[in-house]
Antibody, heavy 123, light 107 residues
Framework: QVQLQQSGPGLLKPSQTLSLTCAISGDSVSSNSAAWNWIRQSPSRGLEWLGRTYYRSKWYNDYAVSMKSRVTINPDTSKNQFSLQLNSVTPEDTAVYYC?????????????WGQGTLVTVSS | DIQMTQSPSSLSASVGDRVTITCRASQSISSYLNWYQQKPGKAPKLLMYAASSLQSGVPSRFSGSGSGADFTLTISSLQPEDIATYYCQQSYSTPLTFGGGTKVEIK
């Protein structure tokens, strides 16, 4: 059974950096058949995919173009986890953030999700 | 970016009713279409993948159909526990995108 456990602060001030971690159990961040994603949800923007990291003989990353200049997703093989960093946050980045696994045998659907972290950006 | 449009945005139906939700992509996505159910305060849950494949553990009253740009999620007999918001999502190309959601309520 795959489990994703999120951690990280829930309150930030504008211009700070959002940092979240997703610890994986029951699978490996280095799996050749999975990708590890960050998704956020807000009333104004709905569900929004931020990006992913995955390993296929080497590490790859894909990011949403709208976020590309501010977002970084990194794997940590020593701790079997991956992280999200979002720079220069504004109140518009207030959302629930989720990590999720996508498996390539399932048409890259998100079959396992973290519990979600409400991140509020406010001065 | 591929835009995903769901309709209706909300619906109200009686227990036992057949419920249909549609999702349209702004271009052909073959069968790279997934459906999720989300209850308040919870993460989305995968229901269907590849347009018509039922995720393990999901009740058989849920079914999906379609290919290309037009897709349908059907609940054959609505149950009280199906009250939730449903989302479609395309996995054909990045950026991966979601529909705006359909909120299902009991009449």
């Amino acid at each position: 059974q795959v489990q994703l456990q999120q951690s990280g602060p829930g309150l930030l001030k504008p211009s700070q950096t959002l940092s979240l971690t997703c610890a994986i159990s029951g699978d490996s961040v280095s799996s050749n058949s999975a990708a590890w994603n960050w998704i956020r949800q807000s009333p104004s923007r709905g569900l929004e995919w931020l990006g992913r990291t995955y390993y296929r003989s080497k590490w790859y990353n894909d990011y949403a173009v709208s976020m590309k200049s501010r977002v970084t997703i990194n794997p940590d093989t020593s701790k079997n986890q991956f992280s999200l960093q979002l720079n220069s946050v504004t109140p518009e980045d207030t959302a629930v953030y989720y990590c999720a696994r996508a498996v390539y045998g399932g048409y890259s659907s998100f079959d396992y999700w973290g519990q979600g972290t409400l991140v509020t950006v406010s001065s | 970016d591929i835009q995903m449009t769901q309709s209706p945005s909300s619906l109200s139906a009686s227990v036992g009713d057949r419920v249909t939700i549609t999702c349209r992509a702004s271009q052909s996505i073959s069968s790279y279409l997934n459906w999720y159910q989300q209850k308040p305060g919870k993460a989305p849950k995968l229901l269907m993948y590849a347009a018509s494949s039922l995720q393990s553990g999901v009740p058989s009253r849920f079914s999906g159909s379609g290919s290309g740009a037009d897709f349908t999620l059907t609940i054959s007999s609505l149950q009280p526990e199906d009250i939730a918001t449903y989302y479609c999502q395309q996995s054909y190309s990045t950026p991966l995108t979601f529909g705006g959601g359909t909120k299902v309520e009991i009449k």
